[in-house]
């Protein structure tokens, strides 16, 4: 009977050593899943951030759209004669537009809010997505938002730029 106690604690011992041990390997595998899994998804997030940035609707600013096709002196910041100047708003959007015409408004910024100076329709082909507004003119310096809107006032892109006197 001796004989069978030492072997049969030996063979407890045996078991609990053995149970121990794969416990222990699936925690560890469990913790190099949970730092994949971790890993893959910051990665997915990053991924998502960037497209959503770098998709969308743009809205920029140039000197001039030529004849051509050129876009001239694209800027976030321009340099207007004290009697007034102007330039051209650039839409490129991520799909056609969907739309025959658009308005786009031109609001100066300040301390104290912003104030609408101008709304002007302009028509569109719906079936395009890169457009030029020409000749969005201004009076005075100061931080501007220009915002296209669809005639339903559902906005599609804005951008601000800065004017200043020459």
């Given at each position: ?9 030996f ?6 050593l ?10 560890k595998?469990?913790e190099?899943k ?9 990665s997915e997030?990053t991924?998502k951030?960037?497209t ?11 000197e ?5 096709g050129?876009?001239?002196g ?12 102007y330039?051209?708003?650039m839409?490129r959007?991520?799909?056609?537009i ?7 408004r031109l ?14 329709p ?8 890169y457009f ?10 100061g ?6 809107f ?17």
């Amino acid at each position: 009977m001796i004989k069978f106690k030492n072997h049969a604690g030996f063979l407890l011992a045996l078991l609990v050593l053995i149970t121990i041990v794969f416990a222990c390997g699936d925690k560890k595998e469990s913790e190099v899943k949970k730092e994949s899994t971790k890993e893959e998804t910051k990665s997915e997030t990053t991924t998502k951030e960037e497209t959503k940035s770098t998709t969308g609707n743009q809205l920029y600013f140039v000197e001039e759209y030529t004849k051509e096709g050129q876009e001239v002196g694209k800027s976030d910041k321009f340099y207007i004669p004290q009697k007034g100047g102007y330039i051209t708003a650039m839409l490129r959007t991520t799909s056609p537009i969907g739309v025959g015409s658009v308005d786009v408004r031109l609001e100066r910024e300040s301390v104290d809010g912003s104030e609408i100076i101008d709304t002007k329709p302009y028509d569109v082909f719906p079936d395009k997505s890169y457009f030029f507004f020409d000749k969005i003119t201004f009076y005075k310096s100061g931080d501007y938002k220009v915002t296209v809107f669809k005639k339903d006032g559902t906005p599609i892109a804005s951008g601000t730029v800065r004017i200043d006197y020459k």
